[in-house]
């Protein structure tokens, strides 16, 4: 089992995610994550920038894009940007990718919007442009909305850098099994019914390609303390959170992916009072 802590990209006055993510190292969590909403009247960090800072600022806790909205920046440049962000980091970086949900922020920044078949075309041409970057001299790839034409990344990758993907819909997670790392949907788009039923999906696709199963991470917002019955939510008492919680690891989650909501010391009731929870009932 692994444990990774949302950090919110919040740049209001006070708010503080490296010294999150720092607290998140040392309370033990294997990874920390981040959104990618460039767009929006809510001051925020931009993705990229405020994970580098994270990184340098600790030594263990592996980063994860949690998840880049693909049309936001071309794959090539993604590609480059990760190489970097790895080597830097000591080989930290989880790279999530997705389709980019919202077509509100694409208009805002005068970006073409895609259509839905659009942009799980485009998360495939990305994995293939950064997979044959990191992999090969001179590359060249002709896409249906991206290419490269005999481009050199140096230096490459010291290792196999994780692609994890955002996915939910059939031809999106047959595309996860088929090509990725790991599969990450939010429980708020993707309910337990529903979700076990994708993951099936994606390792039936794994299996037809050959390849190993997919790193299956499940995204919950958690609260502890009131229960606030709120649908998309985990929240109540240690116990009932952790025991929702390892309903989730049943199901086939070897990894959870917590975003704390709420006052209090969310992340250290998590650290000390849930997870160890949810580790004595895997046993």
């Known amino acids: 089992m692994e444990f990774g802590l949302n950090i919110p990209a919040d740049a ?25 909403h460039p767009c929006g009247t809510a001051p925020s960090f931009e993705t990229w920038t405020l994970l580098s800072w994270i990184a340098a600022s600790t ?7 949690r998840v880049l909205g693909v049309p936001y920046r071309p794959p090539a440049m993604v590609a480059k940007m990760a190489e970097t962000f790895d080597r830097l980091s000591g080989g930290r970086l989880i790279l999530g990718l997705g389709g980019g949900h919202s077509d509100e922020e694409f208009r805002a920044f005068g970006l073409r919007v895609p259509t839905t078949r659009e942009k799980i075309d485009g998360l495939e041409e990305a994995i293939h442009v950064t997979r044959g970057l990191w992999e090969r001299p001179a590359f ?16 490459k990758p010291s290792r196999r850098i994780p692609i994890w993907l955002g996915t939910f819909g059939p031809r999106a997670l047959e595309l996860t099994g088929r090509l990725a790392d790991g599969w990450i949907p939010s429980l708020g788009f993707a309910p337990p019914e529903q979700a076990v039923v ?10 037809k390609a050959g390849r190993p199963a997919p790193t299956c991470a499940y995204h919950v917002v958690v609260h502890v303390g009131e229960d606030l019955g709120r649908p998309g939510m985990v929240s109540g008492h240690p116990e009932a959170v952790a025991e929702r919680l390892a309903g989730f690891v049943a199901m086939g989650f070897t990894t959870l992916s917590l975003a704390p909501a709420g006052p209090g010391d969310q992340a250290g009731r998590l650290a000390s009072e849930v997870i160890p929870l949810v580790r004595k009932a895997k046993r």
């Open 140 to 155: 060249t790839f002709e896409g249906k909305l991206f290419h490269t034409d005999t481009a050199d990344l140096e230096p």
């Open 12 to 36: 209001r006055p006070g708010d503080d995610p490296v010294s999150a993510a720092v607290r998140a190292e040392e309370l033990g969590f294997d990874f920390v994550s981040t959104s990618d």
């Open 59 to 65: 030594s263990r806790i592996r980063i994860a894009t």
């Open 198 to 207: 994708m993951r099936e999906k994606v390792l039936a696709a794994a299996e």
